[in-house]
């Protein structure tokens, strides 16, 4: 059980809301000052709590920035699987996919930093749980193609879920950079280009080759 404090810091709340706000706090100042520029004791006088009870829910600094990742890349995945319906056409899947993707840059840039932000000031053991966290986003496109269209080769189907995963990030730090760009625009250059690769498996007989 969490102490509470005379100061009113660090009164008691549930273990689950006070993480919450620990993780909203954490995400909110990675996103403005840079993960090097934040302390644990920073995470926690912004919440606050003190720093203890900040160690006891992250241990490390590493492990708050993941906590927050893990966070957004859970809430990412059950968008996708919640919006992706399987009725739709091909390229009203994709157009969801990405307008998901797109969407989380927009309304949420802090989240998006946190998963597609660059990992070299984490140390290795981290980069490593966040490059698994960034390998889930491919799994679960690989998983929604090979589903709704299971004569879609699977291996070209894992090559695909790479380069969409891939070019969806790269298009998202474009994007960063074109504000005169809009949501719409990002995910119709996205449809257009895998579309384009996916529709000859669309309208071809099944193949024979289910690698």
Excluded at 31 to 43: K, N, P, W
Excluded at 60 to 78: E, I, N, S, V
Excluded at 162 to 185: I, N, Y
Aim: glycine fraction near 4%; proline fraction near 5%.
């Amino acid at each position: 059980m969490e102490a509470a404090s005379t100061s009113g810091v660090g009164s008691r709340r549930p273990w689950a809301e006070r993480h919450e706000h620990l993780l909203d706090t954490a995400e909110q100042l990675f996103f403005e000052r840079g993960f090097a520029a934040v302390s644990l004791g920073d995470i926690a006088q912004a919440a606050g709590v003190t720093k203890p009870i900040a160690y006891r829910h992250f241990t490390t600094k590493d492990g708050a920035y993941l906590a927050c990742a893990r966070r957004a890349q859970a809430d990412f995945t059950q968008t996708l699987i919640q919006r992706v319906d399987p009725t739709l056409t091909v390229r009203d899947q994709f157009a969801t996919a990405a307008d998901v993707f797109f969407e989380l840059l927009e309304t949420h840039p802090e989240r998006w930093e946190l998963i597609y932000g660059s990992a070299a000031v984490l140390p290795a053991e981290s980069r490593e749980e966040l490059s698994a966290l960034r390998l889930d986003n491919i799994e679960t496109t690989y998983a929604l193609i090979t589903k709704d269209h299971p004569d879609v080769p699977k291996l070209f189907a894992e090559g695909l879920s790479h380069a969409m995963s891939g070019a969806a990030e790269r298009l998202g730090h474009w994007w960063q950079s074109r504000p005169d760009l809009d949501r719409q625009h990002m995910i119709d250059i996205y449809v257009e280009i895998f579309y384009a690769a996916v529709a000859p498996y669309l309208d071809s007989p099944p193949s024979t080759d289910k690698r």
